[in-house]
């Protein structure tokens, strides 16, 4: 639940999945070198904010041009995000095993977006 506002949209199952989804991307770059911490690591994490925060912002639009724009910014973050952890699993920071819980929330995040879009 937001601080402050209590709008329509923070009841949506996107919104919360997508909010989770920033939280795991968060804690399993705490795992990477502290020589990624202004790469890789910022990259992820700022990507992963933006989906949620377009996700936030796509919400409270009114015209249906608008909210697409933003929804579709935040499903493109998510691609980066799915292909920035790809390289990272390869320099061997993380696994595909500790990736599982939030490879799960990506996908679900994914495709909540994609059905905003349609």
Known sequence: MPMFLELSHTKLDV????K???LACYKE??????????AMI?????????VHLNVAE???RKSPTERKRFYEMA?????????????????????KEK???????MVRTFQLISKMIS
Not at 42 to 50: P, Y
Not at 77 to 95: F, G, P, Q, R, W
């Open 99 to 105: 990736l599982k819980e939030l490879g799960i929330l």
């Open 29 to 38: 770059t705490i795992s990477f070198p502290s020589t990624e911490r202004f």
């Open 42 to 50: 910022q990259q992820i994490r700022r990507a992963a904010l933006s």
């Open 58 to 60: 796509g919400c409270s």
């Open 75 to 95: 499903r493109g973050s998510v691609i980066e995000i799915d292909a920035a952890l790809d390289i990272a699993s390869k320099l061997n920071y993380t696994t």
């Open 15 to 18: 919104f919360n999945v997508s």
């Open 20 to 22: 989770e989804f920033v």
